[in-house]
């Protein structure tokens, strides 16, 4: 990504112009720019920081540190997770199943960002959800 998106960026979480962000909105922030932050990667960089706002500056020393961040990942990467579950090898996963999964392993979500993933993609009517194609219409997000 160029300097000029970085700072095109920037500048779209600077509402009220005054070349500072509040620390809260960090993560939006970097997965605007296409970053994959997770919350405790987030909250790590928050604690980090010397003040309840930053600059530009240090947002360009947060998104080129060492360690940065890993990529979205390939889809098969996510659809080989969700295999794990699909005992009869189907390419179904129950929408509960699903909402269990997001909000209770890894990176948990909320129930609200389980409901925004959900919306939109196919349930058939035994409430089942092909995977696969939820995977892709996530990574599409």
Known sequence: MSTKAYKDAFALFDKKATGRIPQEALGDLLRAIG???????????????????????????????????????????????????????????????????????????????????LRGVNVTRDRNVDYTEFVKSVLAQ
């Open 35 to 117: 970053q994959n932050p997770t919350l405790a990667e987030i909250s790590t960089l928050e604690s980090s920081l010397p003040a309840s706002e930053f600059d530009y500056d240090t947002f360009v020393k947060i998104i080129t540190r060492p360690d940065g961040f890993k990529s979205l990942g390939e889809p098969e990467d996510y659809i080989r997770g969700f295999q794990v579950f699909d005992k009869d090898s189907t390419g179904l996963i129950g929408v509960g199943e699903l909402r269990y999964i997001l909000t209770s392993l890894g990176e948990k979500l909320t129930e609200s960002e389980v409901d925004e993933l």
